[in-house]
Structure formats: C-alpha cells, structure tokens
C-alpha cells in the first residue's frame, strides 16, 4: 500500500472529501487522510475513516477489498478492517456473484482481487455510489471527486439540467446511467463497472431468476430474519437513530429493530405539511416506550446548499438541500437507519393494476411514465437500453427494479456523497434477501401491503394497534386536500395513471 502527502485533492472540484473514493488508472496526489492502494490494474484513493477489508475465501485465494462497512451473513456482524476470511471457496466471478454478494450488505464498494476480473461492485442499494467516465477510465462516488473544475463547468450538460430538473420543479432528477456532465454516467445498484473496458453490466437479476415466485410464507420469514439481524449488528457496531414516520416502511423499519431499542434511537424532522409523521411517530414512541426526538429543520444557507449541489453532481433538487445540515443535530448519534427501497416490496409502480401487469406488454416510454418522469428523448433512449436488458423478466420484476434502480438508485443514492458524509445512512431495506421477497412474490400475494404486515405481525404484531398513513379521524382528509392542492404531486399523479393508456395486452 502507498501512500502520497498533498493538498485535499488539488485539480478536483469536490468540496467535501469525507467517505468518499477515486479509482484512477495512475497514482493520484491524496490529502493526508487519505490511503492509496493498487488493487485490479488501478489505483484505489479512499478516505482513511473508510474500513478496507480484504477479503479471501476458505482455500486462501484473493477475492477482493470491501471499502466501507460490510455487514456479512456470513459473520453476522460487520467486517473489521484487515483480512477477512469468507467460509466459501470462490474459484470464478460466478462465484463471487453467487455466494458472496447476495450475503454481504451495509455501505461499500468492492474491488475485486487476485484472478478474478477487475470489476467494481457496489451494495445491493448502491448507498456507496458510482459515476465514471470512460475516456478519463476514471471513477469515484461523486461527479466532484471525477472532474477538475475546469472540466466540471465545460461538461456540464445545461440542456439535460433544464429538460429533466429545471422544468419540474423541486422533485426532478436525472435518471438512468445519466448524469449532469457529458461522458459521465452512474453505475446503478445491481450492475458492476467493469475496470478492463470501463463499461457497466448487469449481474443480478440473472435470467431466468424470477421464472418461479417465491412462497410468501418462506419470504416473509426470511426477510424478516434478514432485517433483525442486520439491525442488531449495525446498533452494536454503531451509534444508530432511525426514522420514524406514519408510514409503513418506517412500521417495518422498527420493527426489525425490536431486538436492538436497548441501543437505538428514533427521529422524525417537523418538515412542512408532516404534521401527521410527528403527531404518529410521538403516539407510537409512547406506545412503545421508544427513545424519540423530533428535530426541528435546518435551513442550509446559500454556501451548504452550493455544495450540496456540487457532491450531488447537479443531478437532482430535492427537498433535502435545503435540510440536509438537520442532521447534524443528532450530535450522540453516528449512524442513520431510513425505510429507502421499501416501497420496492408494495408494486409501487403498479398498484393500480397489479393483477394485470404481468399480463400486459410495456415498454421504456411506461416505465418512464410510472416513474413520472419526462419522456425527454435522450432518457427514453438510456432507459430502453436498461429495460432491454432485463427481456425475459415479468413485468412486475421490470416495474420494482425500475423503482429500485431507476429511481432510488439515481435520485436518492446520488445524494449520499454529501449525505453520509454528514451522518453515514444505511438501509436495512437493501439486502439480498430482503429483495428477493419484496420483489419475488407475486403481485397479488405481496399487494401493496400484505408483505409488508407479514412481516410487521412476525416480528412484532403490536405495532398494527397504531394506523399507518393516517390518524383515524376527520383529519385524514385535511391530509388528502394538501396533497390534490400541489401542483407537482397533481402533474406526476396524471403521468402516472395516464402510463395505463400505453399498455395493451399481450
């Protein structure tokens, strides 16, 4: 391992350094926090506040360095720094996406080592994002880390800006393998970026791996375990606050942390027009005797929104660059648990037709659609090449992966460079396992709660007493005026319900 002393990355046009990772084809001048590591023909920068846990497998051989933190089935805990030795034998890549990767979970990106082929893994959520350019072979977890900022401001892509952020409003991102910047794209959760010809691929789901549905007994079951024990071993290994909403994934978020109260917090921010998350999340602390604060939101000034527009890489305005600094007032908590990909398991994107979606022929224009968003050329062109290569899977599947990669891939994940960097955030929702019964189950069985209760009633049946998404009176529909009197939420509810028009029957 070598190591270079110099000014915080010098040619970048990165503000924030902290959590964050380069790959590059040569040395690179690294702040004095940081680690240089040559690893698969490249050369590895991470911030040194990053585990590195090189990983063997049971007969000795190299598999690869985890850099993050690592939550492994396989030690139900997270990895340490140093070597680490994984109970399976790994003689080809096959093996490392079979046996290894669907029982590893957290926040990280793996590299792979010894005779593997070089290639860049992300978690299952990619929580620990991507982006990379192709003719600089270059890749890091933000557009900032990638581009000096020279070329940050002459790759910017104003047109893409306007067409898919500018024109929506606050909401807006930029989805697919696009981004913001002219010959840099992100890498999306379930694909891995490949270091020999700097291409992303898909590695899961494999063809054929949702021909059958899965037992919604067998599922809910181990779902339910998976989150218990990725809960326990993350409130052991860090200091951790988790949401609490009125909403159901929230439900569920608690509910696999009941083993671990003893050492978790719970928080929910008073935002705007959230009046029902307080009210309900303080009914249900009381009811459950939970350590629960509700935090009052943080303006960002002009300077922390700025930066937040640059870790982001200009790729989406959300609500959270005006808030994100509330974090920081969980100043006794290292560590953040959100319900992200829930709604992955409750046929988000179908709800309105879920018994006949699997029944009818889609295409990259309805996906975009229930996605809400523009049908801008240039999307419609990326996201066909990501819709064709998953020919062959139900259309459901389709539906769930394009929420899960489409949507909480690109929009949410690509704020995590400036997010975790502040409080690291992990998803307890992001595990192989977990996925495999949000998506797996058929629509009908799995609607777009019974999953969910479940699993909610395995792990702690008590927590049905309180209302999901509403109060159980005359307020709910105070609620539902606020949401029909928003003019955004109006245009992408009619995107969505419209996208039936463009299905036919196969």
């Known amino acids: 391992m070598a190591r270079l002393d110099a000014a915080p990355f010098p040619d970048r046009a990165a503000p924030v350094i902290d959590y964050q990772v380069v790959v590059s084809p040569e040395p690179m001048a690294v702040p004095s926090t940081y680690r240089l590591t040559e690893i698969a023909g490249v050369w590895l920068a991470t911030d040194e506040k990053l585990r590195l846990s090189a990983l063997c497998d049971q007969a000795g051989r190299r598999i690869g360095l985890a850099v993050g933190f690592t939550y492994s089935e396989f030690h139900d805990a997270f990895l340490p720094a140093g070597d680490v030795v994984l109970p399976v034998d790994v003689e080809s890549i096959d093996d490392l996406e079979l046996k290894v990767l669907p029982r590893l979970a957290g926040l990280f990106?793996?590299?792979?080592?010894?005779?593997?082929?070089?290639?860049?893994?992300?978690?299952?959520?990619?929580?620990?994002?991507?982006?990379?350019?192709?003719?600089?072979?270059?890749?890091?977890?933000?557009?900032?880390?990638?581009?000096?900022?020279a070329d940050y401001k002459a790759r910017f892509r104003a047109d893409l800006h306007e067409a898919l952020i500018g024109r929506e409003g606050s909401g807006g991102w930029i989805s697919g393998t696009l981004t913001a910047h002219r010959g840099v794209f992100r890498v999306l959760p379930n694909h891995y970026l490949d270091l020999s010809t700097w291409s992303a691929h898909r590695f899961w789901p494999r063809p054929g791996d949702f021909a059958e549905w899965r037992g919604f007994d067998a599922s809910v079951a181990s779902a339910a375990k998976a989150l218990t024990d990725f809960s326990a071993a993350a409130n052991e290994t860090f200091k951790v606050a988790a949401t609490l909403t009125a909403g159901f994934d929230s439900r569920l978020l608690l509910a696999g942390c009941r083993t671990s109260l003893d050492r978790c917090d719970f928080f929910t921010l008073e935002a705007p027009n959230a009046e029902m998350d307080v009210d309900v999340s303080r009914m249900i602390a009381q009811r459950f005797g939970l350590r629960h604060r509700v935090l009052p939101l943080r303006q960002a000034d002009e300077t922390e929104m700025a930066i937040w527009d640059r870790m982001v890489g200009d790729c989406m305005v959300e609500a959270p660059r005006r808030t994100h600094t509330t974090?920081?007032?969980?100043?006794?908590?290292?560590?953040?648990?959100?319900?992200?990909?829930?709604?992955?398991?409750?046929?988000?994107?179908?709800?309105?037709?879920?018994?006949?979606?699997?029944?009818?022929?889609?295409?990259?224009?309805?996906?975009?659609?229930?996605?809400?968003?523009?049908?801008?050329?240039?999307?419609?062109?990326?996201?066909?090449?990501?819709?064709?290569?998953?020919?062959?899977?139900?259309?459901?599947?389709?539906?769930?992966?394009?929420?899960?990669?489409?949507?909480?891939?690109?929009?949410?994940?690509?704020?995590?460079?400036?997010?975790?960097?502040?409080?690291?955030?992990?998803?307890?929702?992001?595990?192989?396992?977990?996925?495999?019964?949000?998506?797996?189950?058929?629509?009908?069985?799995?609607?777009?709660?019974?999953?969910?209760?479940?699993?909610?009633?395995?792990?702690?049946?008590?927590?049905?007493?309180?209302?999901?998404?509403?109060?159980?009176?005359?307020?709910?529909?105070?609620?539902?005026?606020?949401?029909?009197?928003?003019?955004?939420?109006?245009?992408?509810?009619?995107?969505?319900?419209?996208?039936?028009?463009?299905v036919t029957q196969a």
């Open 327 to 502: 974090l920081r007032d969980l100043t006794d908590r290292d560590a953040m648990f959100t319900g992200m990909y829930g709604e992955v398991g409750r046929c988000r994107l179908y709800r309105q037709d879920l018994a006949q979606i699997n029944d009818a022929k889609i295409d990259a224009r309805f996906v975009i659609d229930r996605l809400t968003l523009p049908a801008n050329p240039e999307l419609l062109e990326n996201v066909g090449a990501w819709f064709a290569a998953l020919a062959g899977q139900p259309n459901s599947v389709i539906l769930d992966l394009a929420f899960h990669e489409l949507k909480f891939g690109s929009w949410a994940m690509g704020q995590r460079p400036i997010t975790n960097s502040i409080k690291l955030n992990f998803l307890p929702f992001s595990q192989r396992a977990v996925l495999e019964a949000f998506i797996g189950v058929a629509p009908a069985e799995k609607g777009t709660g019974q999953l969910f209760w479940g699993m909610i009633n395995t792990l702690w049946p008590e927590l049905a007493e309180v209302p999901v998404n509403k109060y159980g009176d005359l307020r709910d529909h105070l609620t539902l005026w606020k949401k029909i009197s928003n003019p955004n939420r109006v245009r992408r509810f009619l995107r969505d319900r419209l996208a039936r028009k463009t």
């Open 109 to 149: 990106v793996l590299m792979t080592d010894g005779d593997l082929p070089a290639r860049l893994y992300m978690d299952h959520g990619g929580s620990f994002p991507i982006v990379f350019s192709p003719a600089d072979r270059r890749a890091a977890s933000s557009p900032a880390l990638l581009l000096n900022e």
